[in-house]
């Protein structure tokens, strides 16, 4: 088995797992926390991709990845906890009246 | 022979970490309450370290593990504190799109690593030599210099918008 491709299925696994915990969650921190999830596999297959070439490349987009979901976190937290604040509920059910 | 069993200790460490990440994303979808999903995604992100560690890119580990674990999931855990427990979307888990979600789910898996499996991956091996935190950090100043400028104009327009988030609801 080759060490490349299992990472690589890993990387689908999780990002793929992400993306269906984004689908069918109903708690606006755990879909969050789901889209984390997706980021981490994708970062696991930039990893992989420049492990195999032997080239930086990848782990500059790494990192570029990291800041960016930093400054998600940091913008979307602040909006969760106001929409809660708002409505006092987690439930994405609670916000359909946000649709345009 | 401690080469070889050298190089069986390490895959048998990447099977491991690679069970325990999948592990990890799985409760996250199954459990309930937001904490033990938020440790479950904490493990899984420390057995990816695990997994950057063993590739031998170590700073990727190590900031895996500052950044990820240390900053975002605290910040994550400190939120989950803050919210009421008795809140209903804790009791209910899925939403209606249950059945459609893990159809598109299982099509997407089969598919990717499908292809992943079939075919010969298509990016050209190099001089399989790990690259340092030397190399990285040269490349990244020299050749990427602009995205670094932009990264930082990127982390002020963050701090911007959180400040305006927490003026405007002040000020409402």
Known sequence: MDKVQLLLSLSIALFAIG???VIVRRNLLVMLMCMELMLNGVNLSLVTF?????????????????????????VAIPIVLLLVQRKHSLDLGVYTDLKG | MINSMLAGLDTLLLLVFAAGALAGAVLMIVLRQPMRVATALISTMV???????????????????????????????????????????IQSRFSKLLVPGVIGFVCLVFVLVGATWKGAPAVPTGTREAFGLQQ?????????????????????AAIVAAVAVVKLHRRG
């Open chain 1, 19 to 21: 993306l269906l915990g």
């Open chain 2, 136 to 156: 990285f950090a040269v490349a990244f100043l020299r050749e990427y210099w602009l995205h670094f400028e932009l990264t930082s104009v990127l982390l002020v």
């Open chain 1, 50 to 74: 420049a492990h195999q070439m032997g080239e930086a490349v990848g782990a500059v987009l790494v990192f570029l990845i990291f800041v960016v979901a930093t400054a998600e976190i940091a």
């Open chain 2, 47 to 89: 057995f990816l370290g695990g997994i950057y560690g063993l590739l031998g890119v170590h700073f990727i580990a190590a900031f895996q593990v500052l950044i990820y674990v240390g900053a975002v999931m605290v910040f994550m855990v400190y939120v989950i504190m803050m919210l009421d427990p008795r809140d209903p979307a």
